[in-house]
């Protein structure tokens, strides 16, 4: 499970998880209290973190820039178990969104100031297929079918006060009909655009570190969609 708290990636692993490849900068095994926020940069790994440790870690992550800051793991032997107690920290809100694709071009809305993927919350007794769906098509005025799920994304935000932690499926898309194609502007939405890959990977500079996770999980399945 990867969470992204301040656009920081957080990720909950078991010791068997561990890549053996990976290197970090900062190690805190099993700690007793968390350093200064001066402290943490590039990649920092946390082993058996208890609820304490958590909580101050989240108060962090949530309240500090921490500009020097890569990703953050977290190593427990009991995954399941932890993800609950960081769940329970955050008000959870569910959404759905997808990547669509027009032969080799996938479409993009800029939102925000930001370059996007379509999505959106659910309405009641939706399933995440269908609010996938109905959010693409009213944020962009177009037609889609629906293709295999790409991942989850988790992200986290504060509003009126409240953390909210957002969990977002993710669909790969293919574009039936964009002849009426234009952005949602009451929902926020600039402008809407069909990019290359190439085009998208250098829109994705100017997005935030979620999308570009997931994007990149996309690519890795597009020899699948495009067959599918």
């Known amino acids: 499970m990867k969470i992204f708290i301040n656009d920081k990636p957080l990720d909950i692993i078991t010791p068997e998880e561990l890549p053996v490849d990976r290197t970090f900068e900062c190690i805190y095994e099993n700690p007793k209290d968390l350093p200064a926020s001066v ?5 920092v790994l946390i082993t058996n973190p208890s609820q304490d440790i958590i909580i101050k870690l989240l108060y962090l992550l949530r309240t500090r820039k921490l500009k020097n800051l890569d ?7 009991d995954k399941e178990e932890l993800k609950k107690f960081i769940k329970s920290r955050f008000t959870i809100i569910k959404a759905a969104g997808g990547v669509v694709t027009k032969g080799d071009k996938v479409l993009f809305i800029h939102r925000l100031g930001k370059w996007d993927l379509p999505k959106g919350k659910f309405e009641r007794k ?3 297929p269908q609010c996938a769906v109905r959010e693409v098509e009213e944020e962009c005025a ?6 295999p799920e790409i991942c989850k994304t988790w992200h986290t935000y504060t509003q009126n006060r409240k953390s909210i932690l957002k969990k977002t499926y993710w669909y790969a898309m293919e574009n039936l009909n964009d002849k009426e194609m234009k952005p949602q502007t009451e929902e926020g939405i600039e402008d809407i655009k069909w990019l290359s890959h190439q085009e998208a990977k250098v ?3 100017n997005s ?5 996770y997931l994007y990149k999980r996309f690519l890795k399945m597009v020899p699948k ?4």
């Open 208 to 212: 935030y570190p979620s999308m570009r």
């Open 203 to 205: 829109a994705l500079v």
């Open 39 to 43: 402290d943490f940069h590039d990649d």
């Open 71 to 77: 990703s953050v793991v977290l190593v427990t032997k």
């Open 225 to 228: 969609v495009q067959t599918s």
């Open 126 to 128: 939706e399933t995440p």
């Open 142 to 147: 177009i037609k889609v079918k629906l293709g």
